[in-house]
């Protein structure tokens, strides 16, 4: 879930930008939820999370675990902010929204800065996913004006009105690997359509959210339209369970959407939901060799690995493979792992402690089950300050078949399998056999090859020829398990409103059950 550079100058840009000195950032002394256009403690709090820096595990922040109470503030809170931001026309909610995506501009290098203390991504990584951002709250912003219902012409003159209405209160929750970009990713539409929002962060990253509501009221957003409740799974709970909220919107792991969907149903809540995928990235030996290592570079080891759309399964026609493997092995063993803060950094450090030992399992799994670890999958151990951070060394297993656990499950790690196949058919058939369906990858210089595997492959979003690419302006969702419902694009104007028939009768009524004798 990456926006990237689409030029080496706009690369070198984000690479090198220097810091911010006019921000207006400063989440780090508390309190931590925003409700009604302040910063507030929580009034019931169930325990406490200690927020950690993974690149060195010092406490960034103690936090208070919200309940019961505290979401019922911020839910009242932004129904009564409903009613008056609804009301305003498209064209004066989106231009708040665009404010706030110039306000995100504005404090980019602190942002980001603030996203890679909390999460351990790389800093140029962040910069870019800061920018998706601005770009997120820019685009929607700027189509809010269009959203918009249809007249039709019916007999005799009578004619109907299909109108396209906000939903009320949004209850959002987000991940831990794009604690921002998936928080804007939500908000931003929902904001555009006339919603209100009440998000929950990743208890692991709470931060940047936090930041971006707080430049929401600088940007003019009237407050309660966009409200913050920190805590664990238990407040996000409560927040599905609340009766007004019309509508959650999560993004995380399966097994905590299909808990989601099944809260949600008590009152029929929609839902949109951005799931885990355990995705297929299909390099054929028409391909350009380079531009398919650089592809599985991006498709494995962006952001540590920790990225819901990667093609971790790499799947190689038979006849390049071990070309594909060699260069593949050389690429990744050149990565420089490091001080997430320096520019030179490509991998930082795994989000936590507990997420780390997960991954390092899964890989010794792997290789009790035959699979041949060429490179990577350890420990690295940095010197001070980093000595207590977990930084894991890119990992590629070869040897590998379609019924090991690391090809079925989703390791959300720096750790990609290779999986050499012959035939065109024989490659799909694979790859569609798995529960997800989130996105897929193919490299070929063959555009009719493309487009028939494009069109037999069971994924939500597809790149030819590229990995981890993803324009605001194109929608992002899953088949079959890995979601439902989309995020960007005018598409996911759908997912937040509902549709209103009005029948206008224009004649004296023809009514047969009308007797007056």
């Known amino acids: 879930?990456?926006?990237?550079?689409?030029?080496?100058?706009?690369?070198?840009?984000?690479?090198?930008?220097?810091?911010?000195?006019?921000?207006?950032?400063?989440?780090?002394?508390?309190?931590?939820?925003?409700?009604?256009?302040?910063?507030?403690?929580?009034?019931?709090?169930?325990?406490?999370?200690?927020?950690?820096?993974?690149?060195?595990?010092?406490?960034?922040?103690?936090?208070?675990?919200?309940?019961?109470?505290?979401?019922?503030?911020?839910?009242?809170?932004?129904?009564?902010?409903?009613?008056?931001?609804?009301?305003?026309?498209?064209?004066?909610?989106?231009?708040?929204?665009?404010?706030?995506?110039?306000?995100?501009?504005?404090?980019?290098?602190?942002?980001?800065?603030?996203?890679?203390?909390?999460?351990?991504?790389?800093?140029?990584?962040?910069?870019?996913?800061?920018?998706?951002?601005?770009?997120?709250?820019?685009?929607?912003g700027g189509i809010a004006s269009t959203i918009s219902g249809k007249h039709i012409?019916?007999?005799?003159?009578?004619?109907?009105?299909?109108?396209?209405?906000?939903?009320?209160?949004?209850?959002?929750?987000?991940?831990?690997?794009?604690?921002?970009?998936?928080?804007?990713?939500k908000v931003a539409p929902a904001l555009a359509c006339g919603n209100t929002m009440v998000y929950k962060p990743s208890e692991l990253t709470p931060l940047t959210a936090l930041a971006l509501a707080e430049l929401a009221t600088e940007a003019g957003i009237p407050r309660g339209v966009f409200n913050i409740v920190q805590g664990s799974g238990e407040t996000g709970k409560h927040l599905c369970c609340h009766p007004d909220v019309a509508k959650i919107s999560f993004t995380g792991s399966v097994q905590t959407g299909k808990n989601i969907l099944k809260l949600a149903a008590d009152d029929l809540k929609r839902v949109t939901l951005e799931l885990g995928g355990k995705n297929p990235l299909i390099i054929y030996d028409d391909c350009d060799l380079t531009n398919a290592v650089k592809g599985a570079l991006l498709a494995n080891f962006l952001s540590q690995g920790q990225v819901c759309s990667n093609g971790s399964r790499v799947f190689v026609q038979r006849s390049i493979v071990d070309r594909f493997t060699d260069e593949f092995v050389k690429a990744t063993t050149q990565l420089a792992i490091g001080d997430p803060l320096d520019n030179k950094t490509q991998v930082g450090a795994t989000v936590s402690k507990t997420h780390a030992e997960k991954v390092l399992a899964y890989i010794k799994q792997g290789v009790g089950e035959g699979a041949v670890q060429l490179c990577g999958g350890e420990r690295v151990h940095m010197p001070k300050p980093f000595q207590n951070g977990y930084f894991i060394s890119p990992c590629i297993l070869t040897n590998c078949h379609d019924e090991m656990t690391a090809v079925r499950e989703e390791i959300f790690g720096p750790v990609a399998t290779i999986?050499?196949?012959?035939?065109?058919?024989?490659?799909?058939?694979?790859?569609?056999?798995?529960?997800?369906?989130?996105?897929?990858?193919?490299?070929?210089?063959?555009?009719?090859?493309?487009?028939?595997?494009?069109?037999r492959l069971q994924s939500g979003t597809i790149w030819v020829n590229n990995f981890n690419v993803t324009p605001v302006e194109l929608p992002f969702g899953g088949f079959k398990q890995s979601g439902i419902g989309v995020e960007c694009s005018t598409e996911a104007i759908q997912c937040y409103t509902q549709l209103k028939s009005t029948y206008i009768e224009m004649n004296d009524i023809d009514c047969p059950l009308y007797n007056t004798q």
């Not at 109108?163 to 970009?181: D, F, H, T």
Request: charged share 20%.
């Open 1 to 140: 879930m990456l926006l990237l550079p689409t030029s080496p100058m706009r690369q070198s840009l984000f690479r090198w930008m220097p810091f911010s000195s006019f921000s207006t950032v400063n989440v780090k002394g508390g309190p931590y939820n925003f409700v009604d256009g302040q910063k507030t403690d929580s009034m019931d709090s169930n325990g406490f999370t200690n927020v950690l820096n993974p690149a060195t595990s010092k406490r960034l922040a103690k936090i208070a675990v919200s309940g019961v109470s505290d979401v019922d503030m911020a839910v009242k809170s932004s129904k009564k902010a409903y009613d008056s931001w609804s009301m305003l026309s498209g064209f004066e909610r989106g231009k708040l929204v665009s404010q706030l995506g110039h306000k995100i501009l504005k404090n980019l290098e602190a942002l980001a800065h603030l996203e890679v203390e909390n999460n351990g991504k790389p800093i140029w990584e962040a910069r870019l996913d800061i920018q998706s951002c601005a770009d997120c709250f820019l685009y929607f």
């Open 419 to 455: 999986l050499p196949f012959d035939t065109e058919e024989e490659v799909i058939h694979r790859a569609n056999q798995t529960p997800y369906g989130l996105s897929a990858g193919i490299f070929t210089n063959d555009l009719r090859k493309a487009h028939r595997t494009s069109n």
């Open 153 to 185: 012409q019916l007999p005799n003159s009578s004619f109907g009105l299909v109108k396209r209405e906000s939903l009320g209160v949004v209850g959002g929750i987000g991940a831990w690997n794009y604690p921002l970009q998936t928080c804007s990713w």
